[in-house]
């Protein structure tokens, strides 16, 4: 890590979920680091880079003023414009620039001992599970997370969605949706599965069959079909599955028992017909499947199942992820998830209809591009997975500025949903929504926010509880 601690490094968003865990690992090798976000300039968040201010970080407007030196490494995604102040200011003093992918790729390939999770949906989650499994086999891994893992969150670190341990293991969630998947040389690569987001199929195809090529061993879903048609054939692979009984690691047909905020099985080592009794913490098949693929892994780096089944026990969760904000008094519970997809939206509100009670789901979408991209599927998903009696509501997407075509928004996706057979509401504003979501509520109802890339959906959430209360 010398030559990456030998000089200072400045982070051009530092607040992003995919940036803020790489600038504490960095920072907790050593590094000089600084950085901007125009969600710390634009007020949002405060408490978020009041905690990184208070860890060490030098924060800067995002107005150039933080790039003083060509000594300094520029850290960008690869989204971010030409024309921001920091990259205006790195290219007249010759500062190298890397992405965040391209910083990421590097730390990781230096490991000694490398778990890659990818696929469309549950990466986050995979990562926390497999990082905590190898915590607690002593392990001492490096968790590069895009979410705030429970069980390292504290009130001294409240955005724990890193940490930097001395073990040469790295776990790390790895991304498709630029492309930048293709930069990771992994141990252990983990496939959950295959489906539309930010690309199309035959794009994700490509991306994640190259991604079991090249890794040591391949972890794969047999549940997934796209995911078991990829499943290397010269690479030595681990398969899981909560369905498929061709799985070497599986469930016992009839065991699941499954609770509104927990889930248990019984599983299935098929490699030495040994069997281990799960029990999660948090709800739904599909977070059963994610324990299996974190299983799974760890077994790919030499920690038993059994040993692995016995840390997920005291797995606490991710921020964000079907989180349980709270119940009011008149009975009315408010759940912040990270829902944002077709397949993520689907594991939600499957797990939120697996119980009794209406849903009222409130979805924020993540910008008018994803929207344009997967608004059938989303809109499909809604309507097929919720019933008469309960409803959509969406707002605007979210939009912090730029270029983009705003001409077909959240109204289209309200018009899709209704043609398909369901109950959905168009309200712009999201205070608005609120007031609506305020005025629809009755107990026994479960309320959840959806949606990503805006930190203030959690705070939405627990101004909600609130005012149910």
Same mark, same amino acid.
């Given at each position: 890590m010398s030559d990456l601690t030998s000089h200072p490094w400045f982070f051009c968003g530092i607040g992003g979920s995919g940036m803020l865990p790489l600038a504490l690992i960095l920072k907790g090798a050593g590094a000089q680091v600084a950085g901007s976000d125009r969600s710390r300039d634009q007020g949002r968040t405060p408490e978020k880079f009041a905690w990184l201010e208070s860890l060490g970080f030098t924060l800067f407007p995002q107005d150039g003023s933080g790039i003083t030196s060509?000594?300094?490494?520029? +850290? @960008?995604?690869? %989204?971010?414009?030409?024309? /921001?102040?920091?990259? /205006?200011r790195a290219r007249e003093l010759g500062c190298p620039r890397m992405s965040r992918a391209e910083l990421l790729a590097t730390l990781f390939n230096k490991a000694p001992e490398s778990i890659a999770i990818g696929g469309t949906s549950g990466k986050s989650t995979v990562t926390g599970m497999t990082g905590w499994i190898m915590d607690q086999a002593g392990r001492d891994p490096t968790i590069m997370n895009g979410a705030v893992m429970k069980n390292y969150a504290t009130s001294d670190a409240p955005f724990a969605s890193a940490r930097v341990g001395s073990g040469g293991v790295f776990v790390s969630e790895v991304d498709e949706s630029d492309g930048s998947i293709a930069l990771y040389q992994p141990g252990v690569a983990v496939l959950l599965n295959v489906s539309l987001d930010h690309k199309s199929m035959d794009e994700l195809r490509q991306l994640f069959g190259d991604f079991l090529r090249v890794c040591d061993t391949a972890v794969v879903n047999l549940d997934d079909h796209e995911a078991g048609l990829l499943l290397p054939v010269y690479t030595p692979s681990i398969t899981y599955a909560v369905h498929n009984p061709g799985a070497q690691i599986g469930v016992v047909e009839g065991s699941i028992v499954e609770g509104p905020f927990a889930i248990a099985a019984t599983l299935i080592d098929r490699r030495d017909a040994s069997h281990h009794e799960l029990k999660l913490k948090v709800p739904g098949l599909h977070n059963l499947s994610n324990a299996l693929a974190a299983i799974a892994a760890a077994s790919a780096v030499g920690v038993s199942v059994g040993d692995a089944v016995a840390a997920l026990g005291s797995y606490a969760g991710l921020a964000r992820r079907f989180d349980v904000i709270g119940t009011s008094p008149g009975g009315v519970t408010v759940i912040d998830d990270f829902g944002h997809n077709p397949e993520k939206c689907a594991a939600t509100l499957t797990t939120l209809k697996s119980q009794p009670g209406r849903v009222i789901a409130f979805f924020q979408p993540h910008g008018y591009g994803p929207l344009r991209q997967m608004g059938h599927e989303l809109a499909e998903t809604f309507a097929r997975l919720l019933g008469p009696e309960d409803v959509t509501i969406l707002c605007d997407p979210v939009y912090f500025g730029g270029t983009v075509d705003r001409s077909e928004g959240s109204e289209r996706i309200v018009g899709l949903i209704k043609q398909a057979g369901g109950k959905a509401e168009y +309200?712009?504003?999201?205070? %608005?929504? %609120?007031?609506? +979501? %305020?005025?629809? @509520?009755?107990?026994?109802?479960? /309320? /959840?926010?959806?949606?990503?890339?805006?930190?203030t959906l959690t705070q939405f959430a627990r101004d909600l509880l609130a005012r149910l209360a």
């Open positions: 060509a000594g300094q490494t520029l +850290i @960008a995604s690869a %989204a971010v414009e030409d024309t /921001v102040p920091e990259m /205006v +309200i712009p504003d999201r205070k %608005a929504c %609120a007031d609506r +979501i %305020a005025a629809l @509520a009755r107990p026994g109802d479960r /309320v /959840v926010v959806m949606g990503a890339r805006d930190d």
